[in-house]
């Protein structure tokens, strides 16, 4: 398992998840668990992703997700678990 | 498993709230590096930091782009040159050359800062270390990006007020072998007591003689990140202060740990400490002194300012410790007056003085930091302010520092402009009362007592 955490956050359109999701299935990237409400009235939206059978480098993916926020006009971070789970996990 | 809103708030805290790693840096031994003769000497120590140091950068940023988190500085720090060049160096000259040695190696890896060009004085200096304070005016202005630092008096030992006399002339040649960029040589250098050995920041760091061949340190930040945090604590009573304080530097020590442990496996050399530091920036929202206010203060520099800093130096490292496995150099709150936007402004109304600035060191890290003063302040009184500040480190068993810019061709009203990070500052007014008599008496000042503490 080599888990990532996505985020998009931005305004709400049709089609968010379906593209992020088409980009991660290309790529075998797994998705274990999504939830997403709206912050601050912006849309956020979480994904655990498993990267590990993935084809290409994980910094690939981090850059082609941000190049498809950019298409579709919000934010799409794509980090490494630990970050999240150090600082909120003793 | 992680909620959205923990991920939301780490996000936030470093795309809102400037969280980012201040720095990594790598300690490099030269001792192996000490020749016969000072170009030998020269190539070996390129050779050795190229060699160890050629995939910090990459490594920093593969880092950052996993983790998203800015990690802002990769630097260096190297084993005390005094030492290294002790045994071929004969001249100013000598030391300069490797001063060139050190700044190309630097910008050959593509660090943007490298320290150690230092001297370990603390009792008395040896003709090596004599040497290589001389010739600090000529290695600081023509090198870029070597940084120095001199350790003038330890609680041990007392204070050398032999070095701390002629620091105070070598502070203003300094200052005007680079006259024309407002004296900033000067920021490339920092007089100590008691310095760490491990200190990941500049420009007072340097790879102690108790280290091992090669260390990686991290220093982290984040006031900004404590300033919106106490946003919920306006009207509340200090008990809850301390434990926001507290909690969000356990989360900011956290990253700082996880970014240390990564760079240290992917670099392969081992990990040294984390450096529990609140270091500032210029930037609006990257401020201590916001954060001081926060507290309460109308402005950093009244009446209320130390017993502010004391509590927030206390809490960010009772926050800090448990959250890192090593934890060492500074760990404190950072008070550089040209980096940090609210102390510039205390500053620049006169809230904020030289004496109080002295005040509030005797409760955190690191010292008079980044203190531009006017160009003409007379050479002793330079070594005064060093040996006040040193006394303060020595009584008090914790470091303390003195960087201090006097800048030529300017005087108090006038504004002096480091550049980046370095930032901006005010020339302050200084005590305009004599001590050459006091400073220029030779010999050192005895080690205080141990006991006896009431």
């Known amino acids: 398992m080599d888990k990532a955490i996505i985020t998009v956050v931005g305004q709400d359109t049709v089609g968010i998840i379906a593209r992020v999701c088409t980009y991660l299935s290309e790529h075998h990237v797994n998705v274990l668990d999504i939830s997403q409400t709206i912050i601050d009235g912006f849309f956020n939206m979480m994904m655990i992703v498993d990267c590990a059978n993935t084809d290409v480098a994980f910094e690939t993916v981090v850059g082609d997700l941000e190049e498809l926020g950019g298409q579709i006009g919000v934010r799409i971070r794509c980090q490494r678990e630990e970050i999240f789970t150090s600082m909120h996990r003793v | ?454």
Do not use: W
């Open chain 2, 1 to 454: 498993m992680l909620n959205i809103m923990e991920v939301h708030e780490t996000n936030q805290m470093i795309e809102q709230e400037k969280l980012d790693v201040r720095t990594i840096t790598m300690g490099i031994n030269l001792m192996d590096c000490a020749r016969a003769d000072v170009d030998e000497t020269c190539e070996a120590i390129y050779g050795k930091i190229v060699r160890y140091a050629k995939d910090l950068v990459a490594t920093g940023e593969s880092i950052e782009r996993d983790f998203g988190i800015p990690i802002v500085n990769k630097r260096i720090t190297v084993t005390p040159i005094a030492l290294v060049g002790a045994a071929c160096c004969t001249t100013t000259g000598d030391f300069v050359k490797i001063a060139h040695a050190l700044d190309r190696a630097a910008k050959t890896v593509g660090v943007d800062l490298i320290g150690g060009y230092s001297a370990l004085v603390s009792k008395s200096m040896t003709p090596a270390e004599e040497l290589l304070i001389r010739s600090l005016p000529q290695a600081l202005s023509e090198t870029d990006i070597v940084c120095s630092s001199v350790n003038v008096g330890s609680t041990k030992t007392g204070i050398d007020m032999n070095a701390v006399a002629m620091l105070g002339h070598i502070i203003k040649e300094i200052a005007e072998s680079t006259a024309d960029n407002d004296s900033y040589g000067c920021v490339k250098f920092v007089a100590f007591c008691n310095a760490p050995d491990d200190n990941p920041f500049m420009a007072g760091g340097f790879h102690g003689v108790t280290e091992g061949d090669a260390v990686v340190n991290v220093g982290v930040s984040g006031p900004g990140v404590v300033s919106r945090a106490l946003d919920a604590a306006e009207g509340k009573d200090f008990e809850f202060l301390c434990e926001t304080i507290k909690r969000t530097a356990f989360k900011i020590t956290r990253v700082g740990q996880l970014v240390a442990q990564e760079a240290s496996k992917r670099l392969g050399v081992p990990f040294g400490i984390i450096d529990l530091s609140l270091a500032p920036t210029p930037a609006v929202g990257d401020s201590v002194g916001e954060v001081l206010e926060k507290m309460g203060l109308a402005q950093v520099g009244g009446p209320g300012t130390t017993a502010a800093l004391a509590m927030l130096n206390d809490q960010v490292k009772k926050g800090g410790i448990m959250a890192s496995s090593y934890v060492g150099g500074l760990s404190g709150a950072f008070i550089p007056v040209s980096e940090d936007k609210n102390m510039i402004d205390a500053a620049e109304s006169g809230c904020l003085t030289i004496e109080k600035l002295e005040a509030m060191t005797c409760v955190c890290s690191v010292g008079l930091d980044m203190i531009a003063i006017p160009g003409d302040t007379p050479a002793s009184t330079i070594s005064g302010i060093i040996a006040d500040e040193s006394a303060i480190g020595m009584v008090n068993q914790k470091t303390t520092a003195v960087r201090i810019i006097p800048v030529i061709g300017k005087t108090v009203g006038e504004m002096a402009n480091f550049g980046g990070l370095m930032g901006y500052a005010p020339i302050m007014p200084v005590n305009q009362s004599d001590c050459s008599a006091f400073v220029n008496r030779g010999g050192r000042i005895p080690a205080p007592i141990h006991s006896f503490k009431n």
